[in-house]
């Protein structure tokens, strides 16, 4: 069963850290380049950083600097450490692969709510 498993997001305030994980199903998820996305009320959702199955790192650029994505090719799991958080970071972050739909078309798992104070 193809599953994509968000968690890790809750309530942080202005320039407070979060830490997120998705556990991924599937034999060849090491060789997949996973990514974080995130989509905010009201708005499409975008792309925020991305990880190939060697390591490399891609962001976007209104979270250069402040988050870091990872990844435990061993537990099928990628990361996303987002640090000095903003209120525009507010979002539902989804976990899936660049592009999205390689493991399963047009699924996307349930997500994980962000929410930052001011």
């Known amino acids: 069963q193809v599953q994509l498993v968000e968690s890790g997001g809750g309530l942080v305030q202005a320039g407070g850290s979060l830490r997120l994980s998705c556990s991924a199903s599937?034999?060849?998820?090491?060789?997949?380049?996973m990514g974080w996305y995130r989509q905010a009320p009201g708005k499409q959702r975008e792309w925020v950083a991305a990880i190939s199955g060697g390591g490399s790192t891609n962001y976007a650029d209104s979270v250069k600097g402040r988050f870091t994505i990872s990844r435990d090719n061993a537990k099928n799991t990628v990361y996303l450490q987002m640090n000095s958080l903003k209120p525009e970071d507010a979002a539902v972050y989804y976990c899936n692969t660049v592009p999205p739909g390689q493991i399963k078309s047009d699924y996307w798992g349930q997500g994980t709510q962000v929410t930052v104070s001011s």
């Open positions: 599937g034999s060849t998820f090491g060789l997949k380049t």
